[in-house]
């Protein structure tokens, strides 16, 4: 009975999974705040031990200290999604502040992947921004959105002065679901420009915190004009593929007090 | 601004204002006759070749925003909008004047160009020409006439036609013809204040794709009677002390047009436009019973003052000339987002109209997309204020 | 990533270990002062058998540092490409040395960007341009260049007051030819599996061996060849038999875009080909000897450059192929210099053609000389490693 961990340290949320036995028996996340190292110790602890690898962007910074192996974050998705989709070709990831499209051959390795890592635009936090500009929690900036008859198209991209934009658009008195609406197809349309740079084959995954967003599943599966699968737990993809690589090639064991 | 009760519009066939339908119609009927189309992309191919192989030439799409998320999966977002423009039209073949284009005709203006047209070469018979960059060395005309002659071959060859010296002869007398009535109803935007918009401006440059020089002179007794009476009647465009806009660099068209919108809104009256989709190439005249009309034709497009020729002083020339012909109150550069020749040139311009002419000027850097509208307006309202 | 033993010996041994531009810098003075007129130069395509023949040393002029793009925004658009801006920024902040000793410059209508840059600094030292033909298997092509080699020896000779003569030219069209068949010696050493060189060792020798005569590398040639004669002999070898090797394609890389390089390394992998402008690409071609015609054959030899200005660089993807099938590399990286639009159009063939003829995994980078970007830059290339 071997177990696994892997950790998904990402800019916004950390995220830890625990394997064992061939099933994920704890998931834990937590803000990564300015201090990541301090948050993936407290996500360890007392959770089970065994070899850990870590992914994200702060992979490097905690390798030394957590006594791990890394790996990119293009990989732990592509491992991680075909364990939850053993189908998936293609795998749009839109999380808290960058984006990326993987395409995978048919027996699952890397073909093409292409990220957006130097703006927010289009991302979890983006998604944030706006709905507080509407004065709505991002449920209810979801459900305004679906709810909506008509669009209110956006035109800037650039988070800040989208939030500005939106701003001055609900002054014009535009109905607030438009608004929200306009914005989700805003995102759909980004994301389906970076898939369009992989190769767009099924089954495709949609993973990431904002694929949490029903309304944002839609809407990019309207543009793509193909179905897109969302998991139950869609911000676990990286951090599970992470565990079934430590499992694959167990190299350090996750050591008790550092 | 005023607008008052104006007399016109100021083409008086049945598409009056409808520039597309009566390009479209026209591009139709001369199919529907059997006319082969070719296809191009700027000034710098001889048009008259075309005409005198008996074949129509069309500009090809390049100035629709929407065209420019297909074009992204293939080509870099960071490059000029109309070069994704373009591409994405033929892409996603929805620009019909490519559909009907049995050729195309490209050129090494610039890098951006240059590299998609390899992208679509193998669509349909393309030929590109190589333009010399060095428009001031001693051979430069001839290297081009060269070009112009392999040109000629590879029209001929597609075709199965010929282009006989006497009929190319015949097609620069109409050139020289048209780009008169052309040039000379510029004068009326030279008035003060002008008569006539932008809009309009563009309608009438669009007669010359759709009419020969009898039916443009025509055309052209309706309009310049029409602006005659709007004179008469003390009608103008904006008012006298509305500024007056040079506004020069790249080819603005489509939904670049915010721009010249946003000077408009602004109180500011178009009384030139230096681009290509402009005035550039209506001053410049063919040589006529040279004996080589293929030289001629050559030499003519040559002097067109394009960024990608270096250095490119004609262009300087150009701009006073139309400074002297237009006196403008400010110069609005337009250019094209990553369009690195124009947007290097600028700097030049800048100081030229500065230190010559004691005009100020403003550098808009922008593309297709109206997410920048109103960064542009609050740049055009200020320099008008600083006026 | 490293040698596998401790004590390797520098492959050029002096004073001037990892710092190419330095050691160029050092030569170009020393002709110098011998009273040799020197001629800078920007780019590959400059014909350097005709500058030397003139009796020149050619330079070549800063353009790979950060720190004075800055002050080239001030006239340049910031979205374009970090060469020219460097190059430009150099010179009005008057910080290359190189370009500070040239007696003239000499330029080519390769891209947009460096044409118009070009007309900025026309007026600083006796500058020739030369207009580049773009479409190089056209018949002419050929002609127009020969004409415009022509020209710039005519503009050399009459700045320097020096002349070169047809058997001058022939005879450096000889020694180009020696220099590249030692080139490509050290270059075999670079395929072994595994390498017997690191990157900056190619680099520091390719830097040198562009602006020194043949003659005067001999020393250093049989230098480096000993070196690596030993390193063979012992079995040392950089990097593991297992790392990634990497083939490195695209844009001139050089002093802070080297970014890419280390983060290569650090990565895991070792760049055993730098097919580009600062690597091996000018090294590649024999010129043809005794034609009766020595301006023709370096005509020849510099439009045969796959640079992606020309159009369609069809010869790129051959090279490439060839480069491909000397050097055995596992993964394909382009880099492409931001606003760069000739490599950056051309980038969609040649990942095309690594993947599809080569079955090659390939990545493109855009980057610049800035450092901001260089975590964004390693999670790309640890992923490419990653899906081997």
């Not at chain 1, 988070?159 to 914005?183: D, H, K, N, Y």
């Not at chain 2, 039209?89 to 203006?109: D, H, K, Q």
Request: contains cysteine; negative net charge; glycine residues 6%.
């Amino acid at each position: 009975m071997t177990t696994t961990l892997g950790l998904d340290i990402g800019s916004r949320t950390i995220k830890l999974v625990v394997w064992e036995s061939g099933a994920i028996v704890l998931t834990r996340k937590a803000l990564t705040s300015y201090d990541p190292l301090a948050v993936c110790r407290e996500l360890l602890h007392d959770a089970p031990t065994g070899p850990l690898v870590a992914t994200g962007y702060g992979r490097h910074l905690v390798k030394e200290y957590l006594h791990c192996e890394t790996i990119s974050e293009i990989k732990a998705f592509a491992v991680g999604a075909r364990a939850v989709f053993p189908s998936c070709r293609t795998i749009l990831d839109i999380g808290g502040q960058d984006t990326k499209a993987i395409s995978l051959t048919e027996d699952g390795r890397i073909d093409k992947f292409h990220m957006n890592d130097k703006c927010a635009a289009g991302t979890g936090r983006f998604l944030e921004i706006m709905a507080t500009a509407l004065g709505l929690s991002l449920g209810d900036f979801m459900a305004e959105a679906m709810s909506a008859e008509a669009s209110h198209p956006i035109n800037s991209m650039c988070t800040v002065f989208a939030e500005s934009e939106v701003i001055s658009t609900i002054a014009r008195g535009i109905a607030r679901p438009a608004i929200a609406l306009g914005i989700h197809q805003a995102i759909a349309a980004r994301a389906v420009s970076l898939l369009e740079r992989v190769s767009i084959t099924e089954d495709i995954l949609f993973a990431g915190g904002v694929a949490l967003n029903r309304c944002m599943q839609k809407e990019i599966e309207n543009k793509l004009n193909r179905k897109v699968h969302a998991p139950a737990d869609p911000q676990i993809v990286g951090a599970l593929g992470c565990a079934l690589i430590a499992e694959k090639n167990p190299k350090e064991e996750k050591k008790d007090g550092f | 601004m005023t607008v008052f009760n104006i007399p016109g519009p100021l083409i008086n066939d049945r598409y009056k204002s409808d520039q597309v339908g009566r390009f479209l119609d026209y591009i139709l009927k001369r199919r529907e006759e059997g006319t082969p189309v070719v296809g191009l992309y700027c000034g710098y191919a001889p048009v008259e070749l075309i005409r005198a192989m008996g074949a129509v030439p069309v500009s090809l799409c390049a100035s629709s925003q929407r065209t420019i998320p297909a074009a992204e999966a293939v080509l870099p977002a960071n490059l000029c909008p109309l070069i994704k423009s373009s591409f994405g039209f033929i892409r996603t073949s929805t620009c019909l004047f490519y559909e009907l284009s049995e050729a195309v005709i490209g050129e090494t203006t610039c890098d951006g160009k240059k590299k998609m047209f390899e992208l679509i070469s193998h669509l349909k018979p393309t030929h590109v020409m190589d333009l010399p960059q060095l428009p001031d060395e001693e051979d430069v005309r001839e290297r081009w006439t060269e070009m112009v002659r392999k040109l000629k071959i590879f029209l001929e060859t597609t075709f199965q036609a010929e282009i006989a010296a006497d009929r190319l002869e015949s097609e620069i007398k109409e050139t020289n013809k048209k780009c008169r009535l052309i040039d000379g109803f510029f004068d009326y935007a030279a008035l003060h204040p002008p008569p006539l918009n932008w809009q309009e401006l563009y309608d009438v440059i669009g007669l010359d794709a759709v009419t020969n020089s009898g039916e443009l002179q025509s055309l052209m007794a309706g309009i310049t009677s029409t602006l005659d009476e709007r004179v008469a009647a003390g009608i103008c465009f904006g008012s006298p002390a509305s500024p007056r806009v040079l506004v020069s660099g790249c080819p603005i068209g489509g939904d670049a047009s915010k721009v010249l919108k946003i000077i408009e809104e602004a109180g500011g009256v178009i009384v030139a436009l230096e681009a290509c989709s402009g005035m550039k190439g209506y001053s410049i005249r063919i040589d006529e019973g040279t004996g080589d009309p293929l030289r001629a034709v050559a030499e003519a497009t040559l002097k067109i003052p394009c960024s990608c020729m270096t250095p490119n002083r004609s262009r300087l020339e150009m701009l006073d000339e139309m400074i002297a012909r237009f006196k403008p109150d400010v110069v609005i550069d337009v250019v094209l987002h990553a369009c690195h020749a124009y947007n290097v040139e600028s700097y030049k311009i800048t100081k030229h109209v500065q230190d010559r002419h004691a005009l100020p000027s403003l550098k808009i850097e922008t593309d297709y997309s109206d997410g920048d509208v109103e960064q542009i307006r609050t740049r055009v309202e200020a320099l008008f204020d600083s006026l | 990533m490293a040698f596998n033993v401790p004590d390797a010996k520098p492959l050029i041994e002096d004073e001037f270990v990892g710092e190419a531009a330095k050691r160029a810098l050092q030569y170009i003075q020393t002709k110098r002062a011998a009273g040799m007129p020197v001629a800078g130069i920007y780019c590959g395509y400059a014909p350097m058998e005709v500058i030397r023949a003139v009796g020149a040393v050619p330079a070549i002029l800063c353009a790979f540092a950060n720190k004075t793009i800055a002050a080239a925004e001030a006239v340049l658009p910031a979205n374009l490409c970090p060469l020219i801006k460097s190059s430009y920024g150099f010179i009005i902040t008057d910080t290359c040395p190189f370009f500070g000793i040239s007696d003239a410059v000499v330029a080519e209508t390769t891209c947009d960007g460096k044409k118009k840059m070009f007309e900025l600094i026309s007026e600083y030292k006796p500058m020739f341009v030369m207009d580049l033909p773009q479409l190089p298997d056209e018949k002419e092509a050929l002609a127009n260049w020969a004409v415009m080699i022509t020209k710039l020896q005519g503009f050399l000779e009459k700045t320097f007051e020096k002349s070169a003569t047809p058997e001058g030219i022939e005879a450096e069209i000889k020694a180009t030819n020696i220099k590249n068949r030692l080139m490509n010696r050290v270059f075999d050493c670079a395929a072994r599996k595994p390498s017997l060189l690191k990157w900056s060792e190619t680099y520091e020798l390719v830097f040198l061996a562009q602006v020194a005569t043949t003659e005067d590398l001999q020393a250093t040639f049989q230098e480096v060849f000993k070196t690596l004669e030993e390193r063979e002999a012992k079995g040392v070898h950089y990097g593991t038999a297992s790392a990634p090797r990497v083939l490195v394609t695209g844009c001139p890389v050089g002093g802070d875009s080297t970014k890419v390089y280390k983060i290569i390394e650090e990565a895991g992998g070792v760049v055993v080909a730098m097919d580009s402008c600062t690597g091996m690409k000018p090294f590649m071609t024999e010129i043809e000897e005794n034609t009766g015609d020595p301006i023709a054959a370096v005509a020849a030899r510099y439009l045969q450059l796959p640079c992606s200005c020309m159009t369609p660089n069809t010869r790129r993807l051959d090279e490439l192929d060839k480069t491909i099938a000397r050097f055995q590399p596992d993964v394909v990286i382009e880099v492409v210099l931001h606003a760069c639009h000739s490599y950056n159009i051309e980038s969609y063939k040649i990942m095309n053609h690594a993947k599809n003829k080569h079955n090659l995994p390939y990545l493109k980078i855009e980057t610049d000389y800035s450092d901001g970007d260089v975590e964004q830059i390693r999670t790309r290339v640890e992923a490419l490693f990653d899906s081997l």
